[in-house]
């Protein structure tokens, strides 16, 4: 299957600060990249879908000014999360799909476990 | 609006038994596509089938099957002959295709314990 990475793996940051956090496609070049956030023993919360080139298309609920997604490639996408407060603390996953066909199937990076103290 | 409802929030069984995870989905399109993925403990999400909706054919891969049955609106699976490896949370999806960006719509996660 297709091999979709994220980095870092983990991250501890202090209230206040900002953790970039990066997905990427390598084998194949994802047209979308999607982000979803997941709290403990619960499921996947989409977060916002990103085409290669234009602006990201948010969740209704999600801050935008908050969680600033760019997907400058067909091999990156990064989600920042700015001014970082206790409550960002939770498991960030993206997904990328190989192209703007619809039964094209997404597949997943390994997860970015954020800690914000 | 698209739900995916997993009823089964733990299963606990014991190595080599045979375990059935339910899936049932809403929809009101006539093209969607359905879809398992495997949490591990690790957290990465692995994709173990799609299905679209035009396709009820039951499907068998190794010791994992699935039954799709467009009528009772269920995608479910089935763990033959479960191992400890078989430990994770799985979860199933719903991806309609007049959806913009073709998003995901999970089901609550299924936790699946096979003890030894």
């Known amino acids: 299957g297709a091999v979709v990475s994220q980095h870092p793996s983990r991250v501890i940051c202090k209230s206040g600060t900002s953790v970039k956090i990066e997905c990427r496609s390598l084998?194949?070049?994802?047209?979308?990249m999607f982000w979803y956030r997941q709290f403990p023993k619960k499921s996947l919360m989409l977060m916002a879908t990103?085409?290669?080139?234009?602006?990201?298309?948010?969740e209704q609920g999600v801050e935008k000014d908050k969680f600033l997604i760019n997907h400058a490639s067909l091999t990156l996408s990064t989600l920042t999360v700015t001014s970082a407060h206790p409550e960002d603390s939770s498991f960030y996953i993206c997904?990328?799909?190989?192209?703007?066909?619809?039964?094209?199937?997404?597949?997943f990076g390994p997860g970015t476990r954020l800690t914000v103290l | 609006a698209q739900k995916v409802t997993q009823a089964q929030t733990e299963i606990s069984v014991v190595e080599k038994e045979d375990v059935t995870l339910d899936c049932v989905y809403e929809?009101?399109?006539?093209?969607?596509?359905l879809f398992w993925y495997k949490q591990p403990p690790s957290g990465e999400l692995v994709f173990l089938i799609r299905?679209?909706?035009?396709?009820?054919q039951n499907e068998i891969s190794g010791r994992y099957s699935w039954n799709f049955q467009k009528s009772t609106s269920s995608f479910n699976f089935t763990i033959t002959a479960s191992q400890v490896v078989d430990s994770a949370v799985y979860f199933c999806?719903?991806?309609?295709?007049?959806?913009?960006?073709?998003?995901?719509?999970f089901g609550g996660g299924t936790r699946v314990l096979v003890k030894p």
């Open positions: 299905r679209n909706s035009f396709d009820e």
């Open positions: 999806a719903l991806s309609e295709a007049r959806a913009a960006g073709n998003k995901l719509t």
């Open positions: 990103s085409n290669e080139g234009s602006k990201a298309t948010y």
């Open positions: 084998d194949f070049q994802a047209t979308t």
């Open positions: 997904s990328a799909r190989g192209s703007a066909r619809v039964t094209d199937t997404q597949y």
């Open positions: 929809t009101r399109d006539t093209t969607y596509y």
